[in-house]
Nanobody, 111 residues
Framework: QVQLVESGGGLVRPGESLTLACTAS????????VDWYRQAPGKQREWVAV???????TSTNVAKGRFTISRDNAKNTVYLQMNSLKPEDTAVYLC?????WGRGTQVTVSS
């Protein structure tokens, strides 16, 4: 049974940082692309970043320069390091592996 669990969300002030983790079981993340999406209240789900099985990474323009995606194959975990957070980054962040979705972790950026 495939399970993805996101963690690391929370309430932070503008300009602060968070590192999200997506930990998988029942599937080997190192063999797949892993994407991060986010969904803010009242908005469509938005793609944020991807890391490929070969380690190639790319992200949306909103995330470039602020967010970094990485993986730890030994832990079967993909991370999203988010710096210089803004109120508009407030959303539920979800990871996706091979069409399997986690339940998400809430990120709230507010002063």
């Amino acid at each position: 049974q495939v399970q993805l669990v996101e963690s690391g969300g929370g309430l932070v002030r503008p300009g602060e940082s968070l590192t999200l983790a997506c930990t998988a079981s029942g599937i080997d993340c190192s063999r797949s692309n892993v994407d991060w999406y986010r969904q803010a209240p009242g908005k469509q789900r938005e793609w944020v970043a991807v890391i490929s099985s070969s380690g190639y990474t790319t992200s949306t323009n909103v995330a470039k320069g602020r967010f970094t995606i990485s993986r730890d194959n030994a832990k079967n975990t993909v991370y999203l390091q988010m710096n210089s957070l803004k109120p508009e980054d407030t959303a539920v962040y979800l990871c996706v592996v091979d069409s399997y979705w986690g339940r998400g972790t809430q990120v709230t950026v507010s002063s």
